[in-house]
């Protein structure tokens, strides 16, 4: 279960690369275990404005519909349109190939809020020793 | 083996799904394997080589004694009659209404000796129904001291054919026999639920674990992987099979279900026969139909159906097709407003998905016409 060092986490499981204003958001690796196959992933439309919790993108495995949240507000500056075609990039590639938008925050004071690789860890042992 | 209340119970092949790192789920009050590899890598592995699953869950009801024949027809709407020794049939058992209380396989070893297997989560409620009806006849659960694995895909006669030194090619689907396996006895039956070739095979619990080592080792040649019921839902799904709590329950009858063939008016008197005989005439008013998204999205369990802007249905199974690339859905549509309407749409999360009304099955398996 890889968990990257130098990315934040939410506790929906979602990722975030800062750089700079701007921030790269995608689903973990452990999500997307969870989640199994996926087969189809609907992004958010480009230069949307969403504040942080709002649906960002809907992730349908063979399994089960899973929405996506913006794990921080800001407005769409891109979406991973290669998962339109391969959907599989957010099982095999999480955290690289499989980035789903990037956003240009509109509030950097909420990444302090968002959990270290260290804390997420912490969650994700948490969730499987409940199973 | 049937459940209680209570905590999920666990088959005697738990120990082997834990070790493989399956996930697990439950269903029907059983501690399931959900999938171990992938629910799409397994799901390919029985339409391409061969797949093995623990159904165990499943419970197995033995009626005997004179008059057993009877008793099963009166309860089941096929005709039993057709049954000679070591014959199956798919049959349905069914409430005065016409209800369905559960659809099962009913299997014959004697003139006077039969079982049936039925649902993990219908097995209490049907071994009660059964013996209410037994009189004299002896009816017994015997669930918890069977287990049932299921090897299917094209390579399964092969593989099982090596395990039990038998020459399974002279097998008939929908026939069964008796044989040993290492020193214990296994019924070996050509029956699935996958859309395939393939075998269920009915075992005592304790030997179930040596039973899945023997096959598992046999069929490493051949290509053979563990499959849990991720894949044994979309599998039977593309096969459109029916799966209870979904497109079967007490309201819905068999003809509703599009199972006229496993209805057999002819065949004697069976509970619920005046009630479907009544459907039959009048026609029902709504029936189970086979959709293809042609948009994007994934149909599933509950969503509704529009016809020409109006909810005419809902979705009682969907996913997607691994087969078709495409999302497929079975759905009960109201007749009256489906009229000669090919083409639907269905409420995803996403929006609406158009859809289209195709004939069942989703997928048939290439030569199943030449298979006797």
């Given amino acids: 279960m890889k968990i990257p060092d130098e990315l934040r986490y939410t506790e929906e499981h979602e990722w975030v690369r800062v750089a700079d204003d701007e921030a790269t958001v995608g689903i973990t690796d452990y999500a997307q275990s969870e989640l199994g196959d996926v087969v189809f992933v609907e992004l958010p439309k480009m230069d949307r404005e969403l504040k942080r919790g709002d649906q960002l993108a809907s992730v349908e495995s063979v399994k089960a519909v899973s929405e996506v949240y913006a794990p921080v507000s800001g407005r769409v500056t891109a979406v991973n349109t290669d998962l339109v075609e391969r959907p599989e990039l957010l099982n095999q590639s999480p955290y690289e190939e499989g980035w789903m938008a990037r956003m240009k925050l509109s509030d950097p004071s909420e990444l302090g809020s968002l959990m270290s690789a260290a804390q997420y860890a912490e969650l994700v042992a948490q969730e499987k020793g409940r199973k | 083996m049937t459940a209680e209340a209570g905590e999920p119970k666990r088959t005697p092949l738990f120990g082997r799904h834990v070790s493989l790192g399956a996930k697990m789920t439950e269903f029907g009050g059983w501690q399931m394997p959900l999938s171990y590899r992938g629910i799409l890598e397994e799901h390919r592995s029985v339409r391409t080589k061969a797949g093995l699953f623990d159904v165990s869950h499943m419970g197995e009801i033995a009626v005997r004694g004179p008059g057993a024949g009877e008793l099963c027809q009166r309860l089941t709407t096929n005709d039993v009659a057709r049954l000679s020794d070591g014959g199956v049939q798919y049959t349905i058992l069914c409430d005065e209404n016409g209800g369905v209380i559960d659809d099962v396989t009913l299997y014959r070893r004697f003139e006077e000796e039969y ?150 008016f002819d065949a004697g008197d069976f509970i619920g026969r005046a009630r479907l005989l009544e459907q039959k005439r009048t026609g029902c ?88």
């Fill in chain 2, 285 to 372: 008013r709504r029936r189970l139909v086979g959709l293809v998204l042609v948009e994007r999205g994934v149909a599933r369990h509950g969503y509704a159906v529009v016809v020409r802007g109006a909810v005419a249905g809902e979705v009682t199974s969907g996913g997607w097709s691994p087969t078709l690339g495409r999302s497929i859905a079975l759905a009960y549509l109201d007749t009256a407003a489906l009229g000669e309407e090919e083409e639907v749409e269905v409420l995803v999360p996403q929006g609406w998905a158009k859809a289209k009304l195709v004939s069942l099955p989703f997928y048939r398996r290439e030569g199943r016409s030449r298979k006797p």
């Fill in chain 2, 115 to 264: 079982f049936f297997c039925v649902n993990a989560a219908n097995a209490a409620k049907d071994f009660a129904w059964i013996a209410s009806h037994a009189g004299a006849v002896v009816v017994e659960d015997v669930s918890a001291e069977t287990a049932l694995l299921s090897l299917q895909g094209p390579a399964a006669e092969a593989v099982l054919s090596r395990a039990a030194l038998l020459d399974l090619a002279a097998l008939p689907r929908f026939r069964f026999l008796c044989a040993d396996i290492e020193g214990y006895s296994v019924t070996i039956s050509r029956t699935g639920y996958t859309g395939e070739d393939g075998f269920e095979i009915f075992v005592e619990s304790s030997r179930a674990p040596a039973l899945w080592d023997r096959l598992m080792e046999e069929g490493q040649a051949f290509g053979l992987v563990p499959v849990g019921l991720g894949a044994r839902d979309t599998l039977r799904l593309e096969a459109a099979l029916p799966l209870y709590g979904h497109e079967l329950s007490s309201s819905t009858t068999p003809l509703e279900a599009g199972l006229d063939r496993f209805v057999r």
